[in-house]
């Protein structure tokens, strides 16, 4: 079956958000830090459309991620760019474009129904109003042998964590301390994980790779 | 002059004790866990006066760092062993028995006024009451250019991170989650660090060492 997988950057200090997300700074002061790594790589720029970038150790962690994924979960507020309601939003899928960069199944968490929406380029957006075990069932569904990841918020990723339904994580140490904002680990859960890898590199950032126990 | 330096065991959620600490528990609910990979070392064993015990990157990592210290400072509660009240009780010291691991000066902060104890093996225990910087510079003219260490507790660790003097932090992280307890990092500080060097163990800690920008 298809491996539930959380794959996020995270501050030193465990902040996967700074403080304060305004709709300028959606992920927070100073939390564009937590990523500035991932932006300058050839891998990401590609699944976004544009061209150039870096092709390092950074960017073979990427790749790999991204070539294994079947299919993404993601939150509400992540879906529509962190905007207020949109349930009644025609336009509410505008955030991502024309082309989103996941090129697969996407299933969003909400509690409002709505009709699926499909994008250019294989990116489809479900919407799962049932709760995150009926998500994960869907997406494994579609995933076919392949990952499952959690797009995130921080929010989501916390609720598959508690659950125990997550099977691996990769965190993306980034070399800065944000100090305050949303920590990715809150509130549970514990156990021991297993350490799969680390692979340390020259930008700064340590990819560390863990089983989780189920 | 002499870095100062912290050398601390974290869970991969962050933290460095586990919640509910008691006299038999001092370490927490879990809390044992983050040394797990230290107990069993050559070099921790030696240091407690112990023999045997295994020889691995992990040994590596502790046995330069433990080579490097010149002086050691530490909280009052570390002292004592994390027993209650001890200004007025004269055996406060025994907690560390007649041979303590340090074998190098060691700074206590405390309210208290007390005259030094000399110990066996070359461990002093200096009182120091005005403060985490007196104690510091203490420390640095007592260690003769080698390495200061914080070695803890936790809000010992946390005062001089927030006050900017640390040098050099060295996580080991463990890998286990413990869902609660004690962070090292709460409220700050923030701002870049440098990564210096990861070390990937087969015990499944990962030793992270970061400068912090002053």
């Known amino acids: 079956m298809s491996k539930l997988v959380l794959d996020i950057s995270m501050s030193l200090d465990g902040y996967v958000a700074g403080p304060h997300p305004t709709l300028e700074e959606p992920l927070g002061r100073g939390g564009e830090q937590l990523h500035e790594w991932a932006f300058a790589l050839a891998a990401w720029r590609e699944a976004h459309g544009r061209s150039g970038g870096e092709t390092n150790v950074d960017s073979d962690v990427v790749e790999e991620h991204l070539q294994a994924i079947g299919a993404t979960i993601m939150g509400r507020r992540m879906f529509s760019g962190g905007s207020g309601p949109w349930e009644d939003d025609p336009n509410a899928d505008a955030w991502w474009?024309?082309?989103?960069?996941?090129?697969?199944p996407v299933f969003v968490l909400t509690h409002h129904e709505r009709a699926p929406v499909a994008?250019?380029?294989?990116t489809t957006f479900t919407f799962v109003t049932d709760g995150i075990e009926t998500a994960l069932a869907h997406a494994q569904d579609a995933a076919g042998g392949?990952?499952?990841v959690i797009g995130g918020g921080a929010h989501v990723a916390q609720q598959y964590l508690r659950a125990g339904l997550v099977d691996?994580?990769?965190?993306?140490?980034?070399p800065v301390l944000l100090g305050a904002g949303t920590r990715l680990f809150e509130a549970g859960p514990e156990g021991e994980v297993?350490?799969?890898?680390?692979?340390?590199?020259?930008?700064?950032?340590t990819h560390l790779k863990y089983r989780v126990a189920r």
Chains 1, 2 share one sequence.
């Open 194 to 205: 297993e350490l799969l890898r680390v692979v340390e590199s020259p930008s700064g950032v």
């Open 119 to 122: 994008k250019q380029g294989g």
């Open 168 to 174: 691996e994580v990769q965190l993306h140490v980034a």
């Open 97 to 104: 474009g024309d082309d989103p960069p996941f090129h697969h």
């Open 146 to 148: 392949a990952d499952v």
